[in-house]
Each structure stands twice: as C-alpha cells, then as structure tokens.
T-cell receptor, first 118, second 112 residues
C-alpha cells in the first residue's frame, strides 16, 4: 500500500542554520510522483516541487534543495541558511500512476512543523 | 487570475444540519479534489473529479457528496453534519492528474 512518512513532527532551528526535512515513501508502482508543499501560519498550501520516479537528479532552487534516492525511498528537503520566513508546516506527498483517473490523488505525510527563531 | 476560490472561509454548524462548501477554479483544470486536514493527520482525500460529470471517492468519503456539472465548479456537500467532520477543508485543482495542484485557501468548519 502507498504511504508517506515524515518522522520529524517538529523541528526548531536558529536563523542561518541548515535544516533537512525527511520524507520516506512506500509504493508498488514503478511510475509515481513526489511533491513538497509548504503551509505557512496563514494556512494556505504552496506548491514547492514535483519529481517523477524516473528523474533522480537532485534539484536546487535558491536556498532550497531536494535529494531523491529511490534506493532508500526517500525524498528529503534541505533549507540552507534558514530564515524566519521559512517557519511553516512542510508536507511531502505521493501520487501514483494509477487507473481510472486517480493519478492526481495525493497521499500526504503528516507534515513537519519547522520553527526558525531569530 | 483568481485561481481556486473556496467559500465560505469559516462556518459553524449544528449536528444534523446540511451545507455545501463551494469551490470554483478559473484555470480550465480537468482535475479537482477535496481534502480535509485534521491536527496531526496531514491531508486526506475525500472525493475527486477528472472532468465534468465524473467523480469518484477518495480515502474518507463517508458523509460527503460531490458533483461536477461544469469544469469550473466542484461543490462538497455535507449531508448531515457530525462533530467528527469538524476540520479544515481544502479544494484543489490541476490541469491533469499528477500535475502540481493549486489549493484554495481552505474552509474552517466547526460542527457543534
């Protein structure tokens, strides 16, 4: 069965520290997609990245980077030189290449609450 | 572009009442979905639709109905509200399945 595990419930860091948010997934599909979303205190959900199962290249976007490793079923997210504005709940999610239109259905982890203190 | 618009933003109901949460998108997206978010639970899929006239159940569909008569609108109906349905509800849409989803701002619903 499909599952996403974010073992870190809460993380607290001081500004300018680097922080890595862990995500481990389970799926039997060979084609699947992984996502990260950010939920700031205001409550909206903001899309950060999508990765498909055939693309294991790491991605860097400014202070954000993602490490996708199929061998360990992990899709970890690193924030370099964290800032107070990074404080949010971060969700990792999985969608499978399902049938009958279910391809878009997201399976979310329970989220990691990141607090960045000045 | 308004994106995904949810109304209302807040609602309080009494047990047994019915209501409809509205969701509209102006991006001509085929795929739309409803999630509920409960503390410590992440988001869970209630219902989804891959196009007008086509809907299906997600992980937690009991107590909810949906319909999709147009591409733009995807309302979620609570048939007989129960305290267990107290939650924050998010509507989302994407061009097609597996594309990044755009989320509405959410509806915070309390059932007394």
């Amino acid at each position: 069965a499909q599952k996403v595990t974010q073992a870190q419930t809460e993380i607290s860091v001081v500004e300018k520290e680097d922080v890595t948010l862990d995500c481990v997934y389970e799926t039997r599909d060979t084609t699947y997609y992984l996502f990260w979303y950010k939920q700031p205190p205001s409550g909206e959900l903001v899309f950060l990245i999508r990765r498909n199962s055939f693309d294991e290249q790491n991605e860097i976007s400014g202070r954000y980077s993602w490490n996708f490793q199929k061998s360990t079923s992990s899709f970890n997210f690193t924030i370099t030189a964290s800032q107070v504005v990074d404080s949010a709940v971060y969700f990792c999610a999985l969608s499978e290449d399902g049938y009958g239109g279910s391809q878009g259905n997201l399976i979310f982890g329970k989220g990691t609450k990141l607090s960045v203190k000045p | 572009n308004a994106g995904v618009t949810q109304t209302p933003k807040f609602q309080v109901l009494k047990t047994g009442q019915s209501m409809t949460l509205q969701c509209a998108q102006d991006m001509n997206h085929e795929y739309m979905s409803w999630y509920r978010q409960d503390p410590g639970m992440g988001l869970r899929l209630i219902h989804y639709s891959v196009g007008a006239g086509i809907t299906d159940q997600g992980e937690v569909p009991n107590g909810y109905n949906v319909s999709r008569s147009t591409t733009e609108d995807f309302p979620l109906r609570l048939l007989s509200a129960a305290p267990s349905q107290t939650s924050v509800y998010f509507c989302a849409s994407s061009r097609k399945g597996n594309q990044p989803q755009h989320f509405g701002d959410g509806t915070r619903l309390s059932i007394l």
